[in-house]
């Protein structure tokens, strides 16, 4: 829900106004709607739900709640659609497409700048354009657990003095306050109903401004539950919680049964978590493959702790204010010079192989060693046998050298 809060008689905002007024006539027709249309442990027993692993629990949640707000978005947009607009004619209503199909050609950068840090935010493109929206927003709206309400000139309260935005729009007719936030009408119990918003003040008892969400149901019951005071077991809480918040007793505990669910899940989380801290400090020097790690462009994706193993064995460092992406830099520059020297004497140790080999080539084709004689050999020589061993040919080269076989040399003297 956004409230605009603008001039009633401002021309130019009149068809916003009569747009917001038509859609809201034909969502506001004393119906409700129905939001559990999917639930995410739908046919499955109490124990395989404890049985369930992280993964699946998560991805279990996470499609009932895409598939029900899809759900309770078509069923807003066949509301809207064809219904009677402002102007005589007939509204149109369309729901947003999932979010691999929409289009947002910053979101990545805006999504960065939410994430930042505030001393980092000033590092992402785009952020003194996010800044300014940032600001602006600080400065004239209030946000509470369901709706967003801007109100000109609320910089001046904040502030001291108006915005450059405010101080070149002055109000086009009479000034605007903030809507109060609906109280409960006790007089109308059992039935629950709300003071009308003429009855209703913008401060509380002592005269101090109301806060956020006061009587809002929702941030009430996450208070209470956070704080150890509500379950879905303790009925006489939630019967005393439905009175003072006129609130169904059954949407009391429906919505708690679901903080009790979030808490399951956070708590198999830190469970993992834990493990998987107590895995890591127990790992060696000697369980990582560095070179591996080096190659694929791993290293930064280690841990502190994990390169501080690598520091220490190799005596590198001992600085503990190091950054992280120091110690990166220290760590991948130390792998790579010595896969670089390895490398490289690899390359010389075959460069000297292929020396060695081409000198023999080289002698074994040297002309020097034609034969030129054989020694022993007579016109009466017959077929070999162990009684003319001692006619073994010998070869002998121009250079006079005595060249042998494996016969002359096993059996002659």
Known sequence: MTRLHLAMVDSSYNEVESTNAAVGNTLVDGGGIKWDHHSPFEGLSEEEIQQLSLD???T???????????????????????????????????????????????????????????????AVPGHAYYMKLQQFIDNHYEIGDLFMEYLKFDCK????????????????????????????????????????????????????????????????????????????????????????????????????THLETLKTVR??????????????????????????????????????????????????????KMLKKDKVK???????QKLCQTTLEGFHRQDNTNEVVEDEEKEDN???????????????????SDSDIENELFLVSRSGRQCTTWKSRNYVD
């Open 56 to 58: 699946e629990y998560s």
């Open 60 to 122: 279990r949640m996470e499609n009932a709640m895409e598939s029900n707000a899809f759900r309770v978005a078509t069923d807003l947009a066949c509301r809207v659609d064809d219904a009677p607009g402002p102007g005589g004619d007939f509204m149109k209503a369309h729901v947003t497409p999932k979010q691999d199909r929409q289009f947002f050609f910053d979101k990545a950068y805006l999504d960065r700048f939410v994430a930042a840090s505030k001393s980092q935010k000033t």
């Open 157 to 256: 309260e904040r502030l001291g003095h108006c915005c450059d935005f405010c101080c070149d729009r002055d109000w086009v007719s009479y000034p605007l306050q903030r809507i109060p936030r609906p109280l409960p009408d006790y007089t109308k119990l059992p039935n629950y109903h709300y003071l009308l918003v003429k009855n209703v003040s913008l401060l509380d008892s002592q005269g101090n401004p109301r806060k956020i969400d006061d009587y809002q149901p929702r941030v009430q019951i996450r208070r209470l539950f956070e704080a150890g005071e509500m379950s879905s077991a303790n009925l006489d809480k939630v019967s005393e919680f439905s009175k003072k918040y006129i609130v169904p007793e059954k949407a009391v505990v429906d919505y708690i």
């Open 267 to 320: 708590l198999k989380k830190q469970k993992e978590r834990n493990q998987a801290h107590v895995v890591e400090q127990s790992r060696e020097y000697d369980s990582f493959d560095w070179n591996a790690l080096y190659n694929t462009g791993e290293i930064r994706k280690l841990k502190v702790c994990d390169l501080d193993k690598y520091l220490l064995k190799h005596k590198l460092s001992s600085e503990s």
């Open 330 to 336: 220290i760590v991948e520059a130390h792998i790579g």
């Open 366 to 384: 040297d002309p020097e060693d034609a034969v030129i004689g054989v020694l022993g050999e007579t016109e009466e020589s017959g077929s070999e």
